[in-house]
């Protein structure tokens, strides 16, 4: 048995003997998720039933006994018969309580539960099931690993707000707004840079060309326009967008009694919340896509829209849009909307060319024209990750003050809670459904509630994994947050868990018991330091690359003073600097690459059935390269609009997960060819705040197959930074 599962069924069963029913449901169901008669997971459904039973979900409850009554064990089977005789009895005996007994809910609740606990045969684990060391013996007992898994189905405890509660205590907006400004002093550094270099190219073709001047207007300093350029685009954002988004997304105006149909709750809230603030209403927007998502632009309170989807009115419930609406009036309160209106207004239309290029290349370039379509597009696609990487920070930090002002405004952060969930459960199920990424889900992403990166997953294995168990990696890994650095939004289980400590302070059950969870998990960590030096190996040669080169100044211009090298073009010079940093990134680079790609055996891998295990281990980062073989449809846009293969994402029999493929010139096929095929994908899963899976090899069921040379590219980058450093280390 792996030491995490032996570790997680140990805390699941001292929980379950301590009374700490959730925590042992939250335990024992990714163990309990893999069918077979493996002693673990016998150990872990008997351990489920009893917890199910005494936290009074019958029904679950029975359904789990009745697939152990079919167990091959015999001393399982009989438990499990008795187990369902008496539980079926209790089953029936409870009367459900009427309307007009309001006050003694509470009591018939305690005595149902105690019911169904005293209804279940007692059970010893260490005398029921057989000893290890018995298991290959009998031939029984499946001990190559976990077999296919099993869903459960997706559970809301639908927990209650607040009927009145306390204000929260302010938070410092300080360090809110100094990242805006940071923000937009890296956009407007980006685009300044960007301007330069590209007149700075039309002038340098001038030059170069016969019987042209070059155009002296492009050798201004472009700071003064770049910047009123900026301001009066923000000034104009609530109307470009209108049109923009009109015009290429469907976006139309919401009436109040389309969105009153939807959810009583939310045009109180808005008249509540806009009455107190002595605002106008905020316009309403509806963008005609199934996948629920949620936004707000504009620059003043007065000119504010919210735009929802028809996915979002059609898949949470009336108090869980309200309080997706209220995160939005957050966003207009704390006026970091006025920022990213920018950013949007700003990535939209270069996201717009790239899809266009793309199409165009997929209608009409065929041959050799295929090639230049390819590369416009990708450099276009790269541009615009470059100007929405600026606002990675800030757009992290914002959802935490715009999910605790909804909390406040609505009395009802379960609500937020499970809104947030369904919203990753619907991207999720909306990548499926369309088989690919939309292009309104990339492009607005920034935007959105959640990243639809994180619901790839997340939203997906919903069902197979308890919620407690899913999130347990974002509550718990002491490096989850290092592991977030390149991410639009925070992670949501980080997230969740502050609305718990909301609902806790109010006095009310949350909807996710996370605190009893992560006190559990810490027994499970084994993640070392090591390991995340070794992680980050790369990048650690930056500092030290400026230690080295600190060193070596100091020791030439000794050796200078005393007359005994003369260098004294190393330290008139600081470019050698640039090469120190290279070269150590390149160490860095080598260091790291055997434990990042270890040899794939066929004996040693891990199947898709065991993907609720993996997403469940609270200890893993993306180092531990954990060796898998997964089956499943390969899914993602076509043609040149995934040159770079950055939409590629594997739909196993238990969820989705998202694909990295580097290409390699002459493939006898690329990966867009195998879009939609079933494949066989061979590589090393990796865990961290959006888990992925580094490609080995792509094959399909006829016998093609895709290489994704992972480790040559490294080996070639680790050689050109060392020959590159080198170079300017020793010219100077």
Known sequence: MPSHAKSSLEAGLVALKQGNYQAAIAQLEPLASHQGNETASLQARVGLVMAYARCGEVRKAIALCQSLTDSQNPKVKEWAKTALVHLTKSKTKRKKPDNTQVNQASKQQTQAKSSYSSALPSVGFQNTFIDRQNLAANPLIDTTGYAKTKEFGIYWRQAKRAKVWQPLQKPSLIPLRLLAAGTFMALFWVLRELFKFTTGTINWTLVKLPYLEPLQLLYRDPTPVLISVLFVAIALSPWLLDWFLGEFYGQRELSKDILHNHSRETPRVLH?????????????????????????????????????????????????????????????????FVLMSLMLLLTLPIYKLYQQVAVWGNTSAKGVWHWPFSIVSSLIYGLWCVLTGTALLYSRLRPYHSDRLAAEITGNPNGLIRALLKINIGIAADIQKTESTSWQL???????????????????????????????????????????????????????????????????????????????????????????????????????????????????????????????????????????????????????????????????????????????????????????????????????????????????????????????????????????????????????????????????????????????????????????????????
């Open 272 to 336: 509540r919340y806009c009455q107190q603030r002595h605002w106008p209403s905020p316009q309403l927007r509806i963008l005609p896509t199934s996948a629920p998502i949620a936004l707000t632009y504009g620059n003043l309170p007065r000119n504010a829209r919210i735009v929802v989807s028809q996915g979002l009115l059609d898949q949470l419930a009336d108090d869980e849009i309200a309080t997706i609406y209220a995160t939005q009036l957050g966003q207009i309160t704390y006026k970091d």
């Open 442 to 732: 990339e492009s607005l992403n920034i935007l959105l509630p959640v990243s639809y990166q994180q619901s790839i997953t997340l939203g997906s294995i919903a069902g197979h994994l308890n919620f407690e168990s899913m999130l347990m990696w974002d509550n718990t890994n002491p490096y989850r947050r290092w592991l977030t650095l390149n991410n639009t939004h925070p992670l949501i289980g980080d997230r969740i868990e502050r609305l718990c400590q909301i609902a806790r302070y109010w006095h009310i059950d949350p909807e996710l018991h996370l605190a009893s969870q992560q006190s559990l998990s810490q027994q499970a960590l084994t993640v070392t330091r090591q390991s995340f030096l070794l992680q980050i190996a790369p990048f650690l040669g930056i500092p030290l690359g400026f230690l080295f080169a600190g060193l070596i100044w100091s020791s030439w211009q000794t050796a200078f003073a005393l007359k005994f090298l003369n260098l004294k073009w190393i330290y008139e010079d600081w470019s050698f600097v640039i090469g120190c940093l290279l070269i150590c990134f390149s160490i860095g680079m080598v260091i790291r690459m055997n434990s990042f790609f270890p040899d794939i055996k066929a004996n040693s891998v891990h199947t898709d059935e065991q993907l609720p295990y993996l997403l469940a281990n609270p200890s893993s980062i993306p180092i531990d390269s954990v060796k898998v073989r997964f089956v499943g449809k390969l899914l993602g846009r076509p043609g040149i609009s995934n040159a770079l293969a950055q939409d590629l994402i594997l739909q196993s029999s238990t969820g989705l997960v998202k694909l990295h493929h580097v290409s390699w010139l002459g493939q006898p096929i690329y990966h867009q060819e195998l879009i939609g095929r079933q494949v066989i994908v061979t590589g090393w899963f990796r865990r961290g705040a959006t888990p992925w899976v580094d490609i080995q090899t792509l094959q399909t069921q006829n016998g093609k197959t895709l290489n994704s040379p992972h480790p040559i590219w490294s080996t070639v980058i680790a050689v050109v930074a060392q020959a590159w450093g080198a170079y300017i280390f020793l010219t100077g």
